[in-house]
């Protein structure tokens, strides 16, 4: 047999015993993992060989068992020596093609897995040469070394405990050498399920719940099998690179992928430490085989991705569930053993340094920008950080944005009161179809990693730092004190990824043309009145230093031609070219779909709306301090839209707006402007923002406030009725011309009115009738104003002008 060529690496498992484990002290004992006799025979060829490294040679040959915890309960664990237990294994390897090792569907066609050949297969390798396969070892360890990491988690381990244990440690201490040879991006998860029902703190949990529900322990325990059965994602390294292949035309037909990849060697440095929690902006169905291609692209192991049960369909579902995607039920609220399995899940992955990826929104959204965070997830890690599972995760925002998205369509329609359609093959299949249309560009741009225990610790978690110490020390703190604490350390903690997706999500040209058409009502363009709205705007996010995606194309001779007709293609404008000149307006009933390529870069211009609503409002109370007046009219406008947008504190926000007006005038120093310059100035910038970027949320919250104040305060909302009630009354006032565009008109954007309103105190059933009717008739007319506001911000807007002239 020809000489086996050796790929010895070590593992985190044993490096804590300082580096090589002397052979001194004891014989050395191989456990070796086989499938065939072939690799058997392998194996111990090698264990006679000058190959094995020397620490690890002793004068009497090495001993091989079989890596089975049968066998090592009957031969290992009871021996009275203290051996060096060396884990060894073949790996296979699939040929290499264009620099890389991966299984293609051509090999799977001839009936064999390169990573696991059948036997006939090993042998004509095996005679080909070293090139297809590797005798992995593992970094060893004393069996008395094992022994005392078991008695410290479980003192009442027994000899077939301590076998199960050294038998798993074997197995991930291969995993990891193996990594060596085929790359961390097939980093995989091995034996959870039996490591974690082996926990003597799961167990534990399990009799605490069967205590507190009046069951028996072995029913308990069977349903957290199940449930571990249900939630583990068993990773195959086969599917991953044959689900890669089959995925890929998902997305490369349809996008050119632009991936700020600077940040990612210092993400891959952070990882050899702690945990990274990819949490992506979520526009797309794509967004996850995006982002998945960029990571493996660049060696990263593959993220458990934690997925809704809608996608557990034939043949996502299987297939999925085999790369990473771990699917978990919609609703658990009463099921404890489930929440405990879960929650163990979660701390198994994150203690093994597996990164995660999931959408912290918990949909796509669908509207175009963030959505309001869900923090059920992360309240898991946080408590993996408050128990001291792991010491920190790194959480990773992500912003993955699009020119153009075939799905916008049907989203749309589901805002106006379309019913969803269910994924399954049938979706499948048409979904794949349209993604064969070119959409333009994607841009992924990764955010500073954030260290979740600092973010805690910094919004007053109960359990970590200085403020727990003072909860420990306090009698006063009940249960429903610390939740209250634990919720707001988590939205600390969702506030800093949403801004830090935010700061890296690009304005795109899509984003600016469809600002330009959508602040125009019932009136189509020309080419050069699109370039005059949006000339400006560019000046300001120059100015600004906001990061853009593709804008530089406008600048080349043709260039803004095909956006616009890239656009007209894809339904959302229509142009006119039977007159002297091609003209453009928005395609009727694609309004919605136009305002989610806006949205997509809105919060850019917020501060902005802001600042013009609120120098418009002082200018229209001379009577009263400027200063003052706009300063409280700035803090009444982020209460308006904190349902809407991710506003900083008090403090931090009003010092952005500071620097917003600082823009304006730059030597303003400690003097403000006279609300006559600040209004001259704020005109001569040459554009208003607030018409195009604001008006559709507060149109929304108009219909909301109008709808509330005719309502008897005594009655409840039934949240679903109401909202399609709005959709439906909110059709009438877009045909009267009280709203101005259909974007408007969205189930979405009334609900998060809905939810401004019951923070108001609107939906009050135990305060005065009168009080609360009163109330809602002052919302109703505060919005009715504002909107004349944004009328005349439209009316000053000199862009809008040269385009009216």
């Avoid at 359990?463 to 350390?489: C, N, Q, V, Y």
């Avoid at 919250?701 to 039934?718: F, G, K, M």
């Avoid at 108001?760 to 009163?774: C, K, P, Q, S, T």
Wanted: aromatic share 8%; glycine share 6%; proline share 5%.
């Amino acid at each position: 047999m020809r000489n086996h060529e050796l790929q010895h690496a070590g593992t985190d498992d044993t490096a804590r015993s300082g580096g090589t484990v002397p052979t001194s002290g004891g014989p050395t004992v191989a456990v070796v993992a086989y499938t065939t006799t072939l690799e058997r025979t392998m194996i111990e060829e090698w264990l006679r060989s000058d190959a094995v490294p020397t620490e690890y040679r002793t004068p009497i040959r090495p001993e091989a068992y079989d890596l089975d915890s049968r066998v090592l309960a009957e031969r290992l664990v009871t021996r009275t020596d203290d051996p060096l237990i060396l884990p060894v294994r073949v790996a296979w390897l699939p040929a290499e093609r264009d620099g890389a090792r991966r299984v293609r569907f051509s090999d799977v066609l001839a009936l064999t897995n390169p990573r696991n050949p059948n036997l006939l297969v090993q042998k004509w390798l095996v005679r080909k040469g070293a090139d297809r396969y590797r005798i992995v070892v593992a970094q060893p360890a004393r069996l008395t070394e094992l022994r005392a990491a078991l008695t410290e988690e479980d003192r009442d381990a027994d000899h077939e405990a301590l076998a199960r244990y050294v038998t798993r440690r074997a197995v991930v201490a291969l995993e990891r050498a193996e990594r060596a040879v085929i790359g961390d991006r097939y980093k995989v998860p091995r034996l959870v399920a039996a490591q974690i029902m082996d926990s003597a703190a799961f167990r534990r949990r399990l009799a605490e719940i069967a205590t507190e529900h009046g069951m028996s322990r072995a029913e308990v325990e069977s349903r957290a099998r199940s449930s571990l059965d249900e939630l583990v994602a068993v990773q195959s390294r086969l599917v991953t690179d044959l689900f890669t292949q089959a995925m890929r035309p998902l997305h490369a037909a349809a996008w050119t992928v632009h991936a700020d990849e600077s940040g990612l060697r210092a993400l891959r440095e952070s990882n050899r430490r702690h945990s990274l929690v990819f949490l992506p902006s979520h526009r797309s169905y794509a967004d996850a085989l995006v982002l998945g291609d960029i990571l493996a692209a660049n060696d990263f192991p593959g993220n458990h991705i934690m997925g809704g049960a809608n996608l557990t369909f034939w043949p996502i579902g299987p297939v999925a569930r085999r790369t990473g995607t771990v699917f978990i039920r919609r609703s658990f609220a009463d099921d404890d053993v489930y929440k405990a399995a879960l929650e163990e899940y979660f701390a198994f992955l994150l203690s093994k340094r597996f990164n995660l990826e999931w959408y912290f929104e918990g949909g796509r959204t669908r509207t175009g920008k963030l959505r309001p965070p869900r923090y059920g997830l992360l309240n898991y890690v946080a408590n993996a950080i408050r128990r001291g599972r792991v010491e920190d995760v790194m959480l990773v925002p992500v912003s993955i944005t699009y020119e153009g998205l075939a799905e916008v369509a049907a989203v749309a329609a589901e805002q106006t009161g379309a019913t969803k359609k269910p994924e399954g093959l049938t979706w499948l299949v048409r979904y794949a179809r349209n993604q064969r249309k070119r959409a333009g560009n994607v841009y992924v741009r990764f955010g500073d990693p954030l260290s979740m225990r600092d973010l805690l610790v910094a919004g007053g978690d109960p359990d970590l730092g200085a403020p727990a110490l003072m909860a420990r020390e306090s009698t006063a703190t009940g249960p429903e004190e610390m939740r209250l604490a634990h919720r707001k350390a988590l939205q600390k903690v969702a506030f800093e990824v949403a801004v830090g997706i935010n700061r890296n999500t690009p304005v795109t040209v899509n984003c600016l043309v469809t600002l330009a058409l959508l602040g125009v009502r019932d009136r189509s363009l020309t080419l050069e009145e699109v370039r005059a709205v949006i000339a400006p705007v560019r000046r300001y996010l120059d100015r600004r230093g906001v990061p853009q995606g593709g804008v530089h194309m406008l600048d080349v001779e043709g260039g803004l031609d095909d956006v616009l007709s890239s656009l007209t293609h894809a339904g959302v404008v229509t142009t006119y070219a039977g007159g002297v000149e091609p003209v453009y307006s928005i395609q009727p009933g694609q309004h919605l779909v136009a305002a989610f390529y806006r949205n997509s870069g809105v919060h850019w211009f917020v501060n902005r709306s802001i600042m013009e609503l609120a120098i418009l409002y002082a200018h229209a109370n001379p009577g009263e301090d400027p200063t003052r007046v706009a300063w409280e009219e700035v803090r009444n406008l982020r209460d308006l839209l904190k349902f809407e947008f991710f506003f900083p504190d008090r403090d931090t926000f009003e010092a952005q707006m500071r620097d917003e007006l600082a823009g304006l005038f730059p030597s303003w120093g400690d003097t403000p402007p006279t609300k006559d310059d600040a209004l001259t100035v704020l005109i001569e910038t040459g554009f208003f923002m607030s018409h195009r970027t604001l008006r559709s949320f507060f149109d929304a919250q108009l219909v909301v406030a109008e709808r509330l104040a005719v309502r008897d305060p005594a009655l409840e909302v039934d949240r679903a009725a109401f909202l399609s009630e709005c959709v439906a009354v909110g059709r009438q006032m877009l045909l009267q011309r009280r709203l101005y565009g259909p974007e408007s008109v969205s189930s979405e954007l009334f609900a998060s009115a809905l939810d401004l309103a019951r923070n108001r105190g609107l939906l009050d059933r135990n305060e005065d009738a009168d009080v609360v009717r009163e109330r809602r008739r002052a919302f109703a007319t505060e919005l009715s104003a504002l909107a004349g506001r944004v009328a005349l911000a439209e009316s000053l807007d000199v862009s809008n002008r040269k385009v009216e002239r």
